[in-house]
């Protein structure tokens, strides 16, 4: 910090960020932040997260192998998993920014509290937010989850190999 305030810079110690998220599925709001992430810092690692408080549809393998599927193609992603605390991982993977998606006011709330308690936990730790595209602004992973579960067509909100996975597990 300097006699005018902080100095951001997006110099190499910053080319590192970690995009955490239970992804249950992952949606293509999901995918616009991490290409929108990946334009902005060198490496983005997809964190596929265990949330104890959340039942998931798909098991951790599961999900971090289709978000793998779906970012194949885009150069310095990384898709891994974590269970414990992100600052945690933050750490080990010499990170020190966590990008986090808002959809809405209602978002910032919880948001801002996660990001002054992990500012707590690792005062280097910065969070930055991303507004999804305006298409996106209103997709949830859970509303995906129901209205494939009451047979909508979910073509436009998660990639073909999502729908196609989902369908699958549903049917059972």
Do not use: W
Not at 108 to 122: G, P, T, V, Y
Not at 143 to 170: C, H, M, N, Q, W
């Amino acid at each position: 910090m300097n006699a005018q305030g902080p100095t951001f810079s997006l110099e190499p110690a910053l080319a590192r960020a970690l995009y955490p998220g239970t992804f249950d599925p992952v949606t293509n709001g999901h995918l616009d932040i991490i290409r929108r992430a990946a334009q902005l810092f060198d490496e983005v690692d997809v964190v596929v997260a265990v949330n104890a408080r959340k039942t998931s549809l798909f098991t951790l393998e599961e999900r971090v192998e289709l978000v793998r599927a779906c970012t194949r193609d885009l150069p310095g992603v990384e898709v891994l998993s974590h269970a414990g605390l992100m600052v945690e991982c933050l750490r080990e993977r010499k990170a020190q920014v966590l990008i986090r998606g808002l959809r809405a006011v209602s978002d910032f709330e919880h948001e801002f509290q996660m990001a002054l308690m992990n500012k707590k936990l690792d005062p280097e730790c910065e969070t930055v937010y991303l507004m999804p595209s305006e298409q996106y602004t209103y997709l949830a992973s859970s509303l995906v989850r129901e209205l494939a579960a009451l047979g909508a067509d979910i073509s436009e909100f998660v990639p073909p190999e999502v729908e196609t996975t989902l369908r699958r597990k549903l049917a059972r």
